[in-house]
């Protein structure tokens, strides 16, 4: 059955509201979802609750994201360049919520490892692209998660350079850089056509 509605307001959204007060920044509700943002201190708090509540029940992580604002010019839901949002998802329910906490370069995110064991590699990816970082799951010194260990960066954010780089092939030659090659694909809008019959075979 789906996720109880009270005097108007969904089930989850009232008790968090109860239970942490102020800490519930804004709940926002986007094409029938439901996002709370939350203060980045009290994530494991909140995301606790709505886990160990009985009427609740949203013991089943989906995933981890990040998302770099320093580019976006429209009105936000939380101050902060990045947000990190953790998807969750009631089987008693079959209803879906979204937690979002904000953070700036610098500042850390309590990491929700205790909590659920699959968010320890989404994590350890956000903080690998994004350069976000997880108190009590940080990286190990030296040590990317996804990337090579001489990388230097981080690929997801806005003011990373967009291109790729020379392929070294086995011969010792080498092939060309994303940059240096437009190959157009079904999907893909070029000279005013997109998915035309001599692209995709259609």
Request: proline share 7%.
């Amino acid at each position: 059955m789906p996720i109880p509605v009270v005097e108007g307001e969904r089930l989850d959204v009232r008790k968090v509201r109860e239970r942490f007060g102020p800490s519930l920044v804004k709940v926002k509700e986007d094409r029938g979802e439901t996002f709370l943002c939350v203060e980045t201190g009290r994530l494991p708090e909140v995301v606790g609750f709505l886990k160990d509540d009985p009427e609740l029940d949203y013991g089943y992580f989906s995933e981890c994201v990040g998302v770099d604002y320093s580019a976006w010019k429209h009105e936000r839901d939380l101050p902060g360049r990045f947000e990190v949002v953790y998807n969750l998802m009631s089987l008693r329910h079959m209803s879906r919520v979204f937690v979002k906490v904000a953070v700036d370069d610098g500042q850390s995110v309590p990491s929700l490892k205790h909590l659920f064991l699959g968010a320890e590699y989404p994590e350890r990816e956000v903080q690998d692209l994004f350069g976000v970082v997880f108190e009590g799951n940080e990286a190990v010194p030296g040590e990317r998660f996804l990337l090579p260990d001489d990388w230097v960066g981080f690929p997801l954010r806005k003011e990373f350079p967009l291109g790729g780089e020379d392929v070294v092939f086995a011969l010792g030659t080498t092939g060309p850089a994303v940059e240096d090659v437009a190959a157009p694909h079904a999907g893909e809008s070029f000279e005013g056509k997109t998915g035309t019959e001599d692209v995709s075979g259609r």
